[in-house]
């Protein structure tokens, strides 16, 4: 057959299947049975443990960059994502600080520009000049539109001692990450260290050898809570000790947090030294938020005073909170080696509700908090990461538009509290960066007046 006559028979052939057929012939659509495509099935690829860090903190730092009090720049205290209207400005002071060591780790990460983060620290910086302060002292909460005190409760509606300690924390890791940058840059860490230099921390000793918490303009200091420990409340007593103008006394800290020594103890738990009395007498260890707070820039590696080495004291509390977990007492369903970490944080009511609560091993209600085995990673780092790779490898549950969520129980049919506060959040992105790099023990601890504090109060480090 010649080329030409095959193109004409297929040409016909063609032709009499695409022709319409008033007999509802074929109409040029094949008619065979479809053959199903074979949907290649999803191969996810295992992230090492430098990616998954690296998600971690990205996502983590969403918190304090995507959703951070929009007026101020400052860090709100919660945040629900399926209901963002919730308390959008209610600015948590404490947490600011937490907030303002992380902007300086998505700064060395690279997670925003350093322009971008320079700008953001001003803002907020200049939110807190024109903020409400008492003798220096910021409250727990201020409005983010405004920068007017929100009453944390009824007689705590002034200075809050213990939060303006955490954000002083943060205030000198911007000065020192700033002070040889550009102009500009020198203008933003030199108002960091004029706000927390106007702090009168003496003043909130009543002329006593102590600390106290709160003072209201309305009620003074009635509420009368002093800072004694072991609890979160060691980073006040270095700042008011490193205070160029108003420090405290070496008798201050020893009666005050140290009480005289009896702030010591020799006993053990699951074979590991306790170290320290722990606030409330926990045989087991308190929340694990006790190990982070004061240790976000104050390093504890090699701090000790004249009574506790900090070093062990973090580490064995960290140590049997997992241990704790791996024992798992009350038989809670995934408590164990990956899944574990108790602290505070938001939790679940009996009922099912969202609440909160101060978990730890005295207080187990079957919640697990993320950022209690993630802002132990400097001190766990194991431990730390198969609970991170525990909790990612629920992400699809946990893994929310600001990082992990607050709190989780496989207990309750993997009941999550899909929300998040700044509190919590800002440990993990911090501390894990304690862990890789050092980056904030380093700027803490390389300041000049937090050296000539720890020297006062007799610490090594």
Same mark, same amino acid.
């Given at each position: 057959?010649?080329?030409?006559?095959?193109?004409?028979?297929?040409?016909?052939?063609?032709?009499?299947?695409?022709?319409?057929?008033?007999?509802?012939?074929?109409?040029?659509?094949?008619?065979?049975?479809?053959?199903?495509?074979?949907?290649?099935?999803?191969?996810?690829?295992? $992230?090492?443990?430098?990616?998954?860090? +690296?998600?971690?903190?990205?996502?983590?730092?969403?918190?304090?960059? +995507?959703?951070?009090? /929009?007026?101020?720049?400052?860090?709100?205290? #919660?945040?629900?994502?399926?209901?963002?209207?919730?308390?959008?400005?209610?600015?948590?002071?404490?947490? /600011?600080?937490?907030?303002?060591?992380?902007?300086?780790?998505?700064?060395?990460?690279?997670?925003?520009?350093?322009?971008?983060?320079?700008? #953001?620290?001003?803002?907020?910086?200049?939110?807190?000049?024109?903020?409400?302060?008492?003798?220096?002292?910021?409250?727990?909460?201020?409005?983010? #539109?405004?920068?007017?005190?929100?009453?944390?409760?009824?007689?705590?509606?002034?200075?809050?001692?213990?939060?303006?300690?955490?954000?002083?924390?943060?205030?000198?890791?911007?000065?020192?990450?700033?002070?040889?940058?550009?102009?500009?840059?020198?203008?933003?860490?030199?108002?960091?260290?004029?706000?927390?230099?106007?702090?009168?921390?003496?003043?909130?000793?009543?002329?006593?050898?102590?600390?106290?918490?709160?003072?209201?303009? +309305?009620?003074?200091?009635? !509420?009368?809570?002093?800072?004694?420990?072991?609890?979160?409340?060691?980073?006040?007593?270095?700042?008011?000790?490193?205070?160029?103008?108003?420090?405290?006394?070496?008798?201050?800290?020893?009666?005050?947090?140290?009480?005289?020594?009896?702030?010591?103890?020799?006993?053990? /738990?699951?074979?590991?030294?306790? !170290?320290?009395?722990?606030?409330?007498?926990?045989?087991?260890?308190?929340?694990?938020?006790?190990?982070?707070?004061?240790?976000?820039?104050?390093?504890?590696?090699? $701090?000790?005073?004249?009574?506790?080495?900090?070093?062990?004291?973090?580490?064995?509390?960290?140590?049997?909170?997992?241990?704790?977990?791996?024992?798992?007492?009350?038989?809670?369903?995934?408590?164990?080696?990956?899944?574990?970490?108790?602290?505070?944080?938001?939790?679940?009511?009996?009922?099912?509700?969202?609440?909160?609560?101060?978990?730890?091993?005295?207080?187990?209600?079957?919640? !697990?908090?993320? /950022?209690?085995?993630?802002?132990?990673?400097?001190?766990?780092?194991?431990?730390?990461?198969?609970?991170?790779?525990?909790?990612?490898? %629920?992400?699809?549950? $946990?893994?929310?538009?600001?990082?992990?969520?607050?709190?989780?129980?496989?207990?309750?049919?993997?009941?999550?509290?899909?929300?998040?506060?700044?509190?919590?959040?800002?440990?993990?992105?911090?501390?894990?960066? %304690?862990?890789?790099?050092?980056?904030?023990? #380093?700027?803490?601890?390389?300041?000049?007046?937090?050296?000539?504090?720890?020297?006062?109060?007799?610490?090594?480090?």
């Amino acid at each position: 057959m010649s080329r030409a006559l095959g193109f004409v028979l297929v040409f016909l052939v063609f032709a009499s299947c695409t022709s319409d057929d008033a007999d509802g012939g074929a109409i040029g659509v094949s008619e065979l049975p479809e053959v199903p495509e074979e949907n290649e099935p999803e191969i996810e690829v295992e $992230l090492t443990d430098g990616e998954l860090l +690296d998600l971690t903190q990205k996502e983590t730092f969403k918190y304090f960059w +995507d959703f951070a009090q /929009t007026e101020s720049g400052a860090a709100r205290e #919660r945040y629900h994502p399926q209901d963002p209207s919730n308390d959008p400005n209610t600015v948590t002071v404490g947490g /600011t600080g937490f907030g303002l060591m992380g902007i300086l780790v998505a700064m060395e990460r690279g997670f925003v520009s350093r322009i971008e983060g320079v700008e #953001r620290l001003e803002k907020i910086i200049s939110f807190l000049e024109g903020a409400d302060r008492f003798h220096g002292a910021w409250p727990h909460w201020l409005d983010g #539109r405004n920068g007017n005190t929100l009453p944390f409760s009824e007689k705590d509606n002034g200075a809050d001692l213990v939060e303006t300690s955490f954000l002083a924390q943060g205030l000198i890791c911007v000065k020192e990450y700033l002070k040889e940058g550009n102009s500009e840059e020198q203008v933003v860490a030199q108002k960091a260290d004029e706000l927390w230099k106007a702090v009168e921390w003496d003043w909130f000793t009543q002329n006593k050898n102590t600390l106290y918490w709160h003072w209201s303009p +309305d009620f003074g200091f009635d !509420i009368g809570l002093e800072l004694k420990g072991y609890n979160e409340v060691l980073i006040t007593y270095v700042m008011a000790a490193a205070s160029p103008d108003y420090p405290i006394a070496k008798e201050v800290y020893e009666n005050g947090w140290a009480s005289n020594g009896a702030i010591a103890n020799g006993a053990s /738990t699951y074979d590991i030294p306790l !170290i320290v009395n722990h606030a409330g007498s926990s045989s087991k260890g308190g929340p694990l938020f006790w190990a982070h707070y004061s240790y976000m820039g104050l390093d504890p590696s090699n $701090l000790a005073d004249a009574f506790v080495n900090y070093a062990d004291a973090t580490l064995n509390h960290a140590k049997i909170n997992h241990a704790y977990c791996v024992d798992n007492p009350k038989n809670y369903k995934d408590y164990g080696k990956d899944c574990w970490g108790l602290t505070a944080s938001y939790s679940r009511n009996a009922d099912g509700s969202l609440g909160y609560n101060a978990h730890s091993p005295s207080n187990d209600t079957g919640v !697990i908090s993320p /950022t209690a085995a993630l802002s132990s990673m400097p001190y766990t780092p194991e431990e730390s990461m198969r609970a991170l790779r525990y909790f990612y490898s %629920n992400k699809d549950e $946990l893994l929310g538009p600001a990082g992990f969520y607050d709190a989780f129980s496989p207990q309750y049919n993997f009941w999550v509290a899909d929300a998040y506060l700044a509190i919590d959040q800002g440990p993990i992105l911090v501390m894990i960066e %304690n862990h890789r790099s050092g980056l904030l023990w #380093r700027l803490f601890m390389q300041n000049e007046d937090v050296q000539r504090g720890l020297d006062s109060l007799g610490f090594t480090y």
